[in-house]
């Protein structure tokens, strides 16, 4: 069955700290995946997404992710975190022509202490 | 470039009632696709319009029901509302099956 995980509900880390948040998939072919970040009773806004050629993706305010498909992982990162960062994160993934199923994990909390 | 927008805000609808919530495109995408955001989770796929036509659809029942209109936009009515029907839901826009940008949302409570 076609899945994302994120093995980590919350995560508390330093401002200024880096940052690693972890996303697993399985499905049967390469997806499209992607991370959205949500904060507190908003929507979901695009950071990255991966559809194909490099692995390492440069998204909005400083993060990136990197794709590895022998570990079927699609992790988030940021050198340095801000305050401002602390929101939920979700990974997704979705196939090309997947008429519009994207399949999200169930979301990292990030808190962020001064 | 205006972006997803989503009406009403917020909603409180009784058991049994029926609702409908909007979304207005970003400018230039022809796709639109409905999910669902229950309390701590991810969102749930509800289902998908292309140029008027529904295309894909996840597992909800059938008093889930959409529209796409010509400029479009979309609607989501919800029959026979249920109390796990409490939830925020979210209209995303794509130019195809591009990268999805989501709206607000509607959070819908039921009592």
């Known amino acids: 069955a076609q899945s994302v995980t994120q093995p980590d509900i919350h995560i508390t880390v330093s401002e200024g700290a880096s940052l690693e948040l972890r996303c697993n998939y399985s499905y049967g072919a390469t997806p499209y995946l992607f991370w959205y970040v949500q904060s507190p009773g908003q929507g979901l806004q695009l950071l990255l997404k991966y559809f194909s050629g490099d692995t390492l993706v440069q998204g909005i305010k400083g993060f990136e992710a990197e794709f590895k498909r022998s570990q079927s992982s699609f992790n988030l990162r940021k050198p340095s975190v801000h305050w401002s960062d602390a929101a939920e994160y979700f990974c997704?993934?979705?196939?090309?022509?997947?008429?519009?199923?994207?399949?999200f994990g169930k979301g990292t909390k990030l808190s962020v202490k001064p | 470039e205006t972006g997803v927008t989503q009406s009403p805000t917020h909603l409180i609808k009784t058991r049994g009632q029926q609702v409908t919530l909007r979304c207005s495109s970003q400018s230039g995408h022809n796709t639109v696709s409905w999910y669902q955001q229950a309390l701590g989770q991810g969102p749930q796929f509800i289902f998908q319009?292309?140029?008027?036509?529904?295309?894909g659809r996840g597992n909800f029942p059938p008093r889930f029901s959409g529209l796409q209109f010509p400029n479009y936009s979309s609607e989501l009515n919800v029959n026979a509302l249920e109390l796990d029907d409490s939830a925020l839901y979210l209209c995303?826009?794509?130019?195809?099956?591009?990268?999805?940008?989501f709206g607000p949302g509607t959070r819908l409570t039921v009592l």
């Open positions: 997704a993934v979705g196939a090309p022509g997947s008429q519009g199923n994207l399949i």
């Open positions: 995303a826009s794509s130019q195809s099956d591009r990268a999805r940008f």
């Open positions: 319009y292309y140029r008027e036509e529904e295309n």
